[in-house]
């Protein structure tokens, strides 16, 4: 699982930083790929990255001000014209199908590969595949905007073959009971506890991502554990009264979420164009100050969150 | 009279070439500034030229493509944002109103100035100032498709003091006479005709930019006489039978009309992202054989039209 910063800046690009998205990829899982956001410029941006547009499967966007969104009708044009089929899952608030579908017919963009837009209606689980679950809650920004918190489902463990054979159960059809059911009869009449023939099972990797904001209820209950929080931090904490005025947060707010809701790293983002060099490092330090494992995003700057070893 | 090219390239944006954009800027004229097409990143691309968006008075668009199209809403909210608060004018094909009220209202983009949406009906002028009328026609794209024709009015001469004094006509209102009337009649009777006393008038300018379209009569037409004309040219020559069928302009194509309009200068743009640096001299190469003064635009050139000496 990793995570490619597109876009880390907030409000308009600036030549360090482009305006919002992120990627999150699954190369453990065929190389599926979700982004989170989509501002003016991602495509371009995604030309310096991995990141291959035929592979995406959704789209979060988190609200829908132009620096999170407007890239959204190029992307999916792009990706059409690059030749992908596959269906497209795009999620946020109510406003983004009218928007996506008055972009498309007005600029009389065809797509080839179908797509399938859900407004979100309230909080709760808003996407599930296979691997993962994804669900949502109202954070606090003047426009609806949305948190999402990304939990994989729990990796089964693997049957131990070799205990099975010794107890005298050879490799069949009834291996794949011991996957499936906690007791399991043998045909000599024996019943077997499945979990003493299976490895322990790993717990699934837990990833909150928090876009613009006030620090909010929601953003801590979507953070809770997480093993990665991705918070938004537009300002320092010196400009506390302007972070509340329009709705963001300070990086000593994004840390206090992440400390009270126990995550493991905290990644910030989405900056003030405001700051150069000096007050980003100054900003990243008021964070470790509250929260040691802060770190900062920077465009094309790439993380990867390893799977646990054990519960 | 200055042409900054703020992206040369066609469909999709590429590493060296931006999706179309391009700033026509007159530094003699208080530093107005108007833009013809706005592809998705425009706004970024301007970081890195002398262009300033509080300066843009107009936004000319040929037609609704995204390439063409979708960076758009993203100017007009960052003009917003850098404090300006003039009238800006958008002209473009209907379907204009709709995108932009869409987007904004959607994005909850709020513009502390005015804008004007002007939705061409027909063919003819669609723009005038002090200094510049503005005309358009319909042009063969599939889509809905307009060239312009900016022609710059003629720049009246200047008053001969000299020769004024003497002839015995000191400075004072009746100077304004002679730049108004044929015909001035002194207090003393003596009637003398202006034009002995005004240096001789200036032609002005006249540019032609002709975006997405196969070569047709309003092209050429546009182009008439032109000082500058500015065309697209997606393919090279042995690509003619795709420029046909995208409806697109091969480099040849481009150096015809040039050349049957009797222009001074031609520029090519919006090349198609799969040619490298090879072709692209290749492309230009051909164009120059039927039309030497062909030139070839890329990302953040800039050319200047200086103002003729005489007629
Ligand atoms: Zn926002
Ligand atoms: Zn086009």
Redesign the interface.
């Known amino acids: 699982m990793d995570f490619t910063f597109l876009g880390t800046g907030a ?5 360090e930083r ?1 305006v919002t998205s992120l990627a999150m990829g699954f190369p453990e899982y065929d190389g599926d790929l979700w982004l989170f956001d989509c501002g ?2 991602t ?2 941006q995604i ?2 990255t991995s990141v291959r547009m035929t592979k995406l499967t959704a789209i979060f966007v988190t609200h ?3 620096d999170h ?3 959204l ?2 992307i999916l ?2 990706r059409s ?1 690059q030749g992908a089929e596959t269906l497209l899952t795009l999620i946020g608030p109510v ?1 983004l199908r ?2 996506v579908e ?2 498309l017919k ?4 065809h797509l080839h590969y179908p797509i399938e837009i859900r407004e979100i209606g309230q909080n709760g689980p808003v996407y599930e595949n296979d691997h993962f679950q994804v669900e949502t809650a109202e954070l606090d920004h ?2 609806q905007s949305f948190g999402y918190r990304i939990t994989e489902k729990d990796i089964p463990g693997e049957l131990l073959v070799d205990k099975l054979r010794m107890n005298g159960v050879e490799p069949g059809p009834i291996y794949g009971e011991f996957k499936s059911k906690e007791w399991v009869t043998l045909p000599d009449g024996r019943q077997l506890k499945t979990s003493d023939f299976l490895s322990q099972k790993r717990k699934g990797r837990r990833t909150a991502i928090i876009g613009d904001t006030r620090p909010c209820a929601s953003a801590l209950r979507l953070a809770d554990q997480a093993d990665l929080l991705v918070h938004e931090s537009t300002f320092r904490n010196n400009a506390l009264k302007l972070a509340h005025d329009y709705h963001h947060s300070t990086s000593v707010q994004a840390a206090e979420i992440a400390k009270k809701a126990n995550v493991k790293k905290l990644i910030l983002t989405h900056l003030s164009s405001r700051y150069q060099k000096a007050d980003q490092l100054a900003l990243l330090a008021e964070a470790k100050q509250i929260f040691p494992q802060s770190n900062l995003a920077s465009d094309f700057s790439v993380f990867h969150l390893v799977r646990q070893s054990k519960d």
Chains 1, 2 share one sequence.
């Open positions: 409000g308009m690009p600036a030549k482009n003016e410029g495509q371009r030309l310096y829908l001000h132009g969104l407007f890239g009708p190029g044009g792009s014209f406003g009218e928007y008055t972009s007005l600029s009389g963009t003047g426009i």
